[in-house]
């Protein structure tokens, strides 16, 4: 006879939450962490080490442009400071940079929209709270930087905490397959919030979701590539886009196309069965190398041109470069043989839905180093939000979906039921966390401040 292997209950389970909020209350969550020892463009000046040369420039005057983008670039500095204080050790699949920016919205392989995370380079496993405080804390700069007074900020950051307590509670009362297929469908989601929207936010929001439908392979094709004497080619665009034949001189360059000839063999076979058969009919036609987001840039990143029935139907590849996770350097968790299969295993995981084309690789370059990379399509029909020009209404709305949607993530991969216990139906979470946001947005601007300074002086070379 098996042995039937028997699971904590629901009661025992929250009993272990109610116990955790006793080790670590909430108002110690409010506590950042030390400034003593804190070397932020230090972290930043290690971490670029194995970036390209020529492209670190690039990062650091991107993040210079405003203490969002420093933040959005940073998640190597947050993860030192968060590492330092205290945290709920309830661990979840972190996505690892839960900011506002890595939200959007995107088609499903069943063609609806949706609206989840959408980069998960640092994902791993860890407390469930240092998600939520690097989201909260992206909404504080956010809302300081288009100038909301501190009252507003504090109903915009309290209202995304809310959500997401309140949506795990609601997630805890869910079964296991309930919990897995949550998602967030941005059309039914921004009609029932219309009232609540001004008439700005309302119009904003509906064009967004418009948007993205445009935001597919066909419009990529036309952005990207032009037809050059007969043949589709990617356009170049230095520093931000060159073809690979401007990278490397004539033989590198074909020995590039012979290795990544071998490496998309190798990433077909990382696909679902499903995905392998339309994939099997697309044939690589170019590469180049492109130049993506704020704390990814200096990383390998290439476009994958590739044709299918005929130069109008092409469908268009990212490998990016992937190295450890930040949070591995301060958390106890596992190892990864490839780090794109970390990065493809952990989005599967948080994700609603994810593109049928997700797959990984690794191996050696023409240096000899070995890189990871992990793939997707290019752009399926993706749109984001301009945090930047967001009205107040609009931010809180934005934050509360933000909010809802990592709660739905981190239900699928931890103890719902405990984190729920934890979180309670009281505000102390949400006011520890606000407050949290506040004071680490003071330690974001220094820091921004700080590179602004170093670049101004020539300390370190900007684009």
Not at 27 to 55: N, S
Not at 56 to 68: D, G
Not at 224 to 253: H, K, N, Q
Not at 377 to 387: F, G, H
């Amino acid at each position: 006879m098996t042995d039937v292997v028997q699971f904590p209950s629901r009661t025992d389970r929250a009993r272990c939450g109610k116990e955790a909020r006793r080790r670590v209350p909430f108002d110690t969550l409010a506590d950042i962490g030390p400034d003593a020892a804190r070397d932020p463009l230090g972290l930043l000046a290690d971490q670029a080490r194995t970036r390209v040369p020529d492209l670190v420039p690039v990062r650091y005057s991107r993040m210079a442009t405003t203490p969002f983008t420093f933040l959005r670039g940073s998640a190597l500095v947050m993860a030192h400071d968060l590492s330092r204080a205290p945290d709920t050790g309830l661990r979840v699949q972190l996505c690892g940079d839960a900011h506002l920016g890595n939200f959007g919205i995107f088609a499903t392989p069943e063609r609806r929209l949706a609206f989840d995370l959408n980069d998960f380079d640092e994902t791993y496993p860890g407390p469930f709270d240092w998600d939520v405080k690097r989201l909260v804390t992206s909404v504080e700069v956010a809302a300081r930087q288009i100038g909301f007074g501190e009252k507003r900020r504090s109903r915009i950051t309290r209202a995304c905490v809310a959500e997401y307590r309140e949506t795990m509670i609601s997630q805890a009362g869910q079964g296991n397959l309930a919990v897995w297929y949550a998602h967030v469908d941005p059309t039914t989601e921004l009609a029932q919030l219309r009232d609540e929207l001004d008439s700005t936010t309302r119009r904003t929001s509906r064009k967004t979701v418009e948007k993205s439908w445009r935001y597919g392979s066909l419009q990529a094709l036309e952005k990207l590539t032009a037809v050059v004497d007969g043949r589709r080619r990617i356009v170049s665009r230095p520093p931000l886009i060159v073809p690979i034949e401007e990278v490397f001189a004539d033989e590198d360059a074909d020995a590039m196309y012979r290795e990544f000839r071998t490496r998309l063999d190798e990433y077909r076979a990382t696909l679902h069965h499903a995905s392998e058969v339309p994939f099997g009919q697309y044939e690589f036609v170019q590469a180049a190398r492109k130049v993506v987001g704020v704390g990814s840039v200096g990383t390998r990143c290439w476009i994958l041109l590739m044709r299918g029935a005929d130069d109008d139907d092409p469908l268009i590849l990212q490998a990016k470069e992937v190295e450890r996770s930040v949070l591995s350097r301060y958390l106890d968790g596992p190892s990864y043989p490839c780090e794109g299969r970390r990065v493809v295993g952990g989005q599967r995981v948080m994700q609603a839905a994810s593109d049928i084309f997700l797959g990984w690789q690794q191996g050696e370059g023409l240096d000899g180093v070995r890189r990871d990379y992990y793939l997707r399509q290019l752009r399926d029909a993706k749109a984001s939000a301009s945090v930047e020009s967001m009205t107040p209404s609009g931010m809180e709305m934005y934050g509360r979906l933000c909010g809802r949607v990592l709660a739905q993530a981190h239900a699928r991969s931890g103890d719902r039921v405990t984190i729920a216990a934890y979180l309670g139906s009281g505000s102390g979470f949400d006011e520890a966390v606000t407050a949290f946001a506040r004071a680490y947005a003071d330690r974001n601007a220094g820091d921004h401040a700080a590179l602004v300074d170093a670049l101004g002086s020539g300390r370190i070379a900007q684009a």
